[in-house]
Structure formats: structure tokens, C-alpha cells
């Protein structure tokens, strides 16, 4: 099916949302099911959740895909921050566009999320009512990436030490996600194979991109440390969900988180599909392990949207 791609804003908690929206071809005439897609941390509209959102309008579904606040193309200070809230509250803020589209059927919305952006998807969708069905692709838990990847208290107290600082006109500090380079990480001594396959795609042309400059404004960690995107999913995700991951586990944990979500969530229609011999990498961008997932979603949304 060919599709028609659309540069468009919306207005997110008082700043403009850069996004991309999908329309299968002719579909401006009727009413259609849409699919918000979100990306994960350190991402862009034009990497994985594009391609997701891409793939799932070929098969039919109105989808769009944005910037984060404060990131890539979206506007919002200050740049580069990763704050969940504004994550979450971006969700919103994309089905209120969508809900002032004559072509979508505003009870037939889903949301889909990639990675950190399956954690965000997670936790909008339970109290975010006009969201019908929830689909995840290696969904993580950033607050429980982040705080087991440092030491969270010495961290706190240097973001808070950082804000002083920072509040009295000092330099804003702007630290990178990853290593900038297979180089750079092999020096630190990294050979987990998130880290490993995160370099191989931020960073060469396999997935880099100008709106994803490897760039977070450290005072965020304050943020992301003190959130969990699965509190009170036993009580609040009932929608529909569908979760995917590859076996081959990492240092992210989206083969943990996802094993985690699918146990606790109070979702009565429930899937989770486990790849074999997948990273969580290759369900970015591999065409063979992405086109099982994209199969697995369109069935899904087929059947809840």
C-alpha cells in the first residue's frame, strides 16, 4: 500500500512537537484506526519508531511519529533533556492531534513504543483512557535502566549540585548516552551487546541521524531516576497489550522488562512474543526479526483497533 508522509506540529505542553504523520493512501476519506509511535531515549522521529510507524501504515493504520519535547526537531527547553513526565505527557498531547483529524475514528487509537518509548507508551496508557491497545517492541523501564547503570545517590547529588550551579549562570553540563564511537567504548572497556550494537546504530550510518545527536543534558538523570513507567500497571493497564522481545539479553533489560510487564499488567488480553536468537537491536532495524514484529502488531491492532 502506498502511504502519504506529512511534516506536522502540534502543540505539546506549550511548545511545538515536530512530528511525521503516515496516511495509507486514499484513507483521507473515511475514518481510520491510528497508532501513535514513540521512540526511545537518545532517538529520533526518523529512526526505529519512524520505521515502525512507516511499516504499520503500509498495512493500513494512520500513524504518527514525533520528536520528544525539548529533543531533535520539537521545540522546548532545555534542549536535550529527558525528563518522563514531558515524555509521558507528549503521548497526550499527540492524541489530541489526532483526535482533531476528520480521517481517524478517535475510539480506535493505539499507541506503540520502542525501547524507553515502550516504557513511556506504558505508562500513558493507563490513565490516558482514549488509547485502545498497547503494543511494545523491546520495552524498557528507564528508571530502572538508569539506576542500575550508576550509583543513583552519588548521581542525585551531583545533578543537584549540577542545578545550583547551573541556577547561579553556569554552563548548562550536556553529557553523551553512549559512547560517541566503537573506539571511545572499547577504551572504556564496554562489551555488553546493548552497548555494543547501540554504538553500531546511533553512530554509523546504519541508523544515525542529525535529529539524534548523542547529546542529554545531565540534570535530567534527576528525573529519570526517581521514575518507574510500570507503577501501578496491576491496577491500571487493562487495555489490551502486546508486547515483543529477543532473547539475546543485554545491559537494557527489555527481555527482563518485558517478562516483568506482561506478568503485572491487568491486561485480561495479554501477548508476549519472545524472538529467538534476537538482540535488542535487531528488532530496531533487521529486516527479518522486524517484519516478524510488524506481522505480530498489524494482527494486533487489526484485532483491538
Not at 493500513?60 to 505527557?89: H, K, L, N
Not at 552497548?195 to 550510518?205: G, K, L
Not at 537491536?281 to 529486516?287: E, G, K, S, T, V
Amino acid at each position: 500500500m502506498n502511504i502519504v508522509q506529512k511534516k506536522v506540529r502540534f502543540p505539546a505542553h506549550g511548545v511545538s512537537a515536530a512530528a511525521i504523520l503516515n496516511i495509507p493512501e486514499n484513507a483521507e476519506k473515511t475514518k481510520n484506526p491510528a497508532i501513535v509511535c514513540v521512540h526511545p531515549g537518545s532517538s529520533c522521529k526518523e529512526q526505529t519508531a519512524g520505521g515502525y510507524a512507516a511499516r504499520l501504515t503500509e498495512n493500513g493504520f494512520v500513524t504518527i511519529v514525533f520528536d520528544a519535547a525539548c529533543q531533535g526537531e520539537s521545540e522546548g527547553e532545555p534542549r536535550y533533556a529527558e525528563i518522563p513526565a514531558m515524555r509521558v505527557e507528549d503521548i497526550r498531547c499527540a492524541v489530541d492531534y489526532l483526535v482533531t483529524l476528520e480521517f481517524v475514528d478517535e475510539n480506535r487509537i493505539g499507541v506503540l513504543g520502542v525501547c524507553a518509548g515502550g516504557g513511556y507508551a506504558v505508562n500513558a496508557a493507563m490513565t490516558e483512557r482514549r488509547i485502545k491497545a498497547v503494543g511494545t517492541v523491546v520495552g524498557a523501564n528507564i528508571g530502572r535502566v538508569q539506576r542500575e547503570s550508576c550509583n543513583p545517590i552519588q548521581v542525585l547529588e551531583e545533578a543537584a549540585r549540577q542545578r545550583t550551579l547551573e541556577a547561579r549562570g553556569g554552563e548548562p553540563l550536556i553529557t553523551n548516552w553512549i559512547p560517541c564511537s566503537q573506539e571511545e567504548r572499547e577504551k572504556a572497556g564496554i562489551q555488553d551487546i546493548d552497548i555494543v550494537e547501540a554504538v553500531d546504530y546511533y553512530t554509523t550510518p546504519r541508523g544515525q541521524s542529525p535529529n539524534s545527536p548523542n547529546k542529554l543534558k545531565f540534570t535530567s538523570m534527576d528525573s529519570m531516576l526517581g521514575f518507574d513507567a510500570f507503577h501501578l500497571v496491576e491496577e491500571l493497564l487493562t487495555q489490551p497489550l502486546q508486547i515483543i522481545i529477543g532473547d539475546k539479553q543485554g545491559a537494557f533489560g527489555s527481555y527482563r522488562d518485558g517478562q516483568e510487564l506482561y506478568r503485572r499488567a491487568a491486561s485480561t488480553d495479554k501477548n508476549l512474543l519472545v524472538l529467538e536468537g534476537v538482540s535488542h537491536y535487531d528488532l530496531y532495524d533487521q529486516p527479518e526479526p522486524v517484519g516478524r514484529a510488524v506481522g505480530q502488531l498489524t494482527k494486533f491492532y487489526n484485532d483491538y483497533l
